[in-house]
Antibody, heavy 118, light 107 residues
């Protein structure tokens, strides 16, 4: 069965960086893009971008370009999402997701809570 | 592409029908998905391709529409259906966009 397992909660100070991981299992890792979506407390879903685990190609929402980097390590079936220069507005749950059998995000990680506070 | 959901909050009694709307600012064809999210959980895919139920989703959930107007209908609300629902367009991948959500609450 497809599983996406994410790293744990983090607390960071403003200006620091955070790197969240998403380990995939139950399917051929390089066959599906991984997407990142975040959700601030009490707010809606915000799409951040994607990474192709096969080629390493990425695509980012304009809002996050220059501050977010998505990478992968095919040896351990893991993708990473790093946010630099953190500010309080980056406090959110960060989810990784994969397309389902046809379309739409059919598989999700449980989310990783990142808290930015001085 | 801006996705606008209405209403923001919908109050319905168990056993009744709920109708949620989603409007796209431009044509997205049928590249539209619906998700359900409960507190502390990741979203769950309900509908993709505007009208196709995802694997394991009960038949009381149905989606319709194309272009810019979409609807999610829950035919007979069960207690476990009270949650927040989001629509998402994936016709334009940069960026993929979500609606702001509709909170479905017990009346």
């Amino acid at each position: 069965q497809v599983q996406l397992v994410q790293s744990g909660a983090e607390v960071k100070k403003p200006g620091a960086s955070v790197k969240v991981s998403c380990r995939a299992s139950g399917y051929t890792f390089i066959s599906y893009e991984i997407y990142w979506v975040r959700q601030a407390p009490g707010q809606g879903l915000e799409w951040m971008g994607w990474v192709n685990p096969n080629t390493g190609a990425t695509g980012y929402a304009q809002k996050f370009q220059g501050r977010v980097t998505m990478t992968r390590d095919t040896s351990i079936n893991t993708v990473y999402m790093e946010v630099s220069n953190l500010r309080s507005e980056d406090t959110a749950a960060y989810f990784c997701a994969r397309v389902g059998d046809f379309s739409g995000f059919g598989y999700w990680g449980p989310g990783a809570l990142v808290t930015v506070s001085s | 592409i801006v996705m606008t959901q209405s209403p923001a909050t919908l109050s319905v009694s168990p056993g009744e029908r709920a109708t949620l709307s989603c409007r796209a600012s431009q044509d997205v064809n049928i590249d539209l998905a619906w998700y359900q999210q409960k507190p502390g959980q990741a979203p769950r895919l309900l509908i993709h391709g505007a009208s196709k139920r995802a694997t394991g989703i009960p038949a009381r959930f149905s989606g319709s529409g194309s272009g810019t107007e979409f609807t999610l209908t829950i035919s007979s609300l069960q207690s476990e259906d009270f949650a927040v629902y989001y629509c998402q367009q994936y016709n334009d991948w940069l960026p993929i966009t979500f609606g702001q959500g509709t909170r479905l609450e017990i009346k």
